[in-house]
């Protein structure tokens, strides 16, 4: 070969050798993957929420993270299912954001991948997901109630409201976590208030459990937290104003919409808090070493018109407590 050429075809391979590490140093960098599962799409605000809290630990997503989403579109079935393909996607953090049935279908699938909910119907340390709220010691951590405090509350407030309340009806989703209904059920009958507990499994059954209630002669309705009551918020409160039954549940919309009272954490609050702590996982720390959080904010509503319409009078130290009074 001519010497000329032959120099010209080492350079040229050299050049090609010396090109491959610069390609490959170009190749994009894999971005850290959360996997998120919702209840329903309807919830789009806490996903807005979920997403702020990571973008206050540096994680934007698209940009230095990226949020796989599964929505459940109310289904508790489908669930296992979605929890099989975010984990065959090889995520980094699961975000739990559709209440004890995702938890627990997670918990099932993984018991190493971090696990991080905001849930306001388990107890975590009696359902064995940690081994305390000060240290999990495992791969579940996230936002939970204190459910003996705030059963005490719900009680405290309908005391001031209706001062002789003897008997409650409590609905049930058998779908949902027992702690907040033991912790209701003791604290009333530490109050001498009588529980009845009304099963509801589908929204068909919203009507005849309502009927029953009035039948009874219960001096107000609970509603402990479940997707049924958030989903159907309206409708429950229109059929507590039909049976003149005062009630009480964890979402604003009920009162919003017509219903006694609302109190509970703010969902989307509780979604942001729960963004914050996947952002520490993906910074580095360990789950098992992150407590247990409490909601950070509580929303009280009170509706003056339903009251009214009802007989009773809400008290001024609870009016001048309320996030919103609905005259």
């Given at each position: ?311 009773l009078t809400i008290p001024a130290l609870i009016a001048a407590r309320a996030d919103e009074v609905i005259d």
């Amino acid at each position: 070969m001519d010497p000329i050429k032959r120099r010209a075809v080492i350079a040229a391979l050299g050049g090609t050798a010396m090109s491959w590490p610069l390609a490959a140093r170009a190749q994009p960098k894999r971005l850290p993957l959360v996997g998120y599962i919702g209840f329903t799409s309807a919830y789009q605000a806490n996903l807005v929420a979920f997403r702020e809290g990571l973008a206050e630990r540096g994680y934007i997503d698209g940009k230095t993270v990226t949020v796989d989403v599964r929505w459940a579109e109310g289904n508790y079935d489908r669930m296992p299912g979605l929890v099989a393909d975010l984990i065959a996607k090889k995520i980094d953090v699961f975000g739990v954001g559709a209440g004890p049935v995702c938890l627990r279908a997670a918990r099932q699938a993984t018991t190493t991948l971090p696990l991080v909910t905001y849930d306001f119907e388990t107890d975590p340390v009696a359902e064995g997901y940690v081994q305390s709220i000060a240290r999990v010691g495992g791969n579940v951590t996230g936002i939970f109630l204190d459910q003996p405090d705030f059963a005490g509350k719900w009680f405290e407030l309908l005391r001031e409201c209706i001062p002789r309340l003897a008997s409650v009806a409590m609905l049930l989703d058998p779908g949902s976590g027992r702690a907040q209904v033991d912790s209701m059920s003791k604290v009333a009958a530490g109050l001498g208030i009588r529980v009845t507990m009304l099963e509801v499994n589908t929204r068909s059954d919203y009507a005849s459990v309502f009927a029953a209630a009035q039948t009874l002669g219960v001096g107000a309705v609970l509603m402990p937290s479940s997707p049924l009551v958030l989903n159907n918020a309206e409708e429950l409160a229109e059929l507590a104003r039909r049976h003149r039954l005062p009630g009480i549940t964890l979402f604003s919309r009920f009162a919003r919409a017509g219903g006694f009272m609302s109190y509970g954490p703010s969902i989307v609050v509780a979604a942001k808090q729960a963004g914050a702590i996947v952002g520490k996982i993906l910074s580095g720390a360990a789950p098992a070493t992150l407590p247990i959080e409490r909601p950070s904010t509580f929303e009280l509503i009170v509706n003056q018109r339903t009251a009214a319409a009802l007989g009773l009078t809400i008290p001024a130290l609870i009016a001048a407590r309320a996030d919103e009074v609905i005259d």
